[in-house]
């Protein structure tokens, strides 16, 4: 069973910038496709990026390009979302998923899923 632990959440200043971290572990992690998504309260939860098991596919929906970056470093089985230029509508709590095969962009997409990490973007 595969396990995902986010890091690197905390409180910024609009403008500035984060770096989240996702390790996983019980699982091929080349095999996993990886999303990050985010929830603030009383709203859905929403796509913010994915990248595939060989970095060869990403993707990001309109508000977060330029902005976020997702990668990836196999030999460390640890995704990562830097989040540069944040914006107070970007404050939630950001989640990494996981799933063998494609990556898409639906939640209900990911079998596995981490615990969150709080990102508060001040004013």
């Known amino acids: 069973q595969v396990q995902l632990v986010e890091s690197g959440g905390g409180l910024v200043q609009a403008g500035g910038s984060l770096r989240l971290s996702c390790a996983a572990s019980?699982?091929?992690?080349?095999?996993?496709?990886m999303g990050w998504f985010r929830q603030a309260p009383g709203k859905e939860r929403e796509f913010v990026a994915h990248?595939?098991?060989?970095?060869?596919?990403?993707d990001y929906p309109d508000f977060v390009k330029g902005r976020f970056t997702i990668s990836r470093d196999n030999a460390k089985n640890t995704g990562y979302l830097q989040m540069n230029s944040l914006k107070p509508e970007d404050t939630a709590l950001y989640y990494c998923?996981?799933?063998?095969?494609?990556?898409?962009?639906?939640?209900?997409?990911?079998?596995?899923w981490g615990q969150g990490t709080q990102v508060t973007v001040s004013s």
């Open positions: 019980g699982g091929t992690f080349t095999s996993l496709a």
């Open positions: 990248i595939n098991g060989r970095s060869t596919i990403i």
């Open positions: 998923a996981a799933a063998f095969g494609v990556a898409k962009r639906s939640p209900t997409w990911y079998e596995y």
